[in-house]
């Protein structure tokens, strides 16, 4: 299974700014999705963004404006760039990567946003 490694998590105040990154041990968002979903207490976890591996993306209307997903050239880390946050952005973000047959999940990374 791929190891998925997450970082880039804190706390910000409200209107600020956090890049989260994964990184992959290979260069496997060449071959599947890599995504970011986030669960904040109490709810499921839900799909934040996700970029195929053709390079197309997708976001949830909650953030649709404010938050950007991209990789790297060599396609071992998936990014996400997360603008204008507010306090219902509060959550454990986690990565994903993942195909018809494979999926993996990282380890998870807290964002707070509160002043």
């Known amino acids: 299974q791929e190891q998925l490694v997450e970082s880039g998590g804190g706390l910000v105040q409200p209107g600020g700014s956090l890049r989260l990154s994964c990184t992959a041990s290979?260069?496997?968002?060449?071959?599947?999705?890599g995504a970011w979903y986030r669960q904040a207490p109490g709810r499921q976890r839900e799909l934040v963004a996700q970029i195929t591996s053709s390079g197309g993306t997708n976001y949830a209307d909650s953030v649709k404006g404010r938050f950007t997903i991209s990789r790297d050239n060599a396609k071992t880390t998936v990014y996400l760039q997360m603008n204008s946050l507010k306090s219902e952005d509060t959550a454990v973000y986690y990565c994903?990567?993942?195909?018809?047959?494979?999926?993996?999940w990282g380890q998870g990374t807290q964002v707070t946003v509160s002043s």
């Open positions: 994903y990567a993942g195909g018809p047959t494979f999926g993996s």
């Open positions: 290979g260069n496997i968002f060449s071959f599947y999705v």
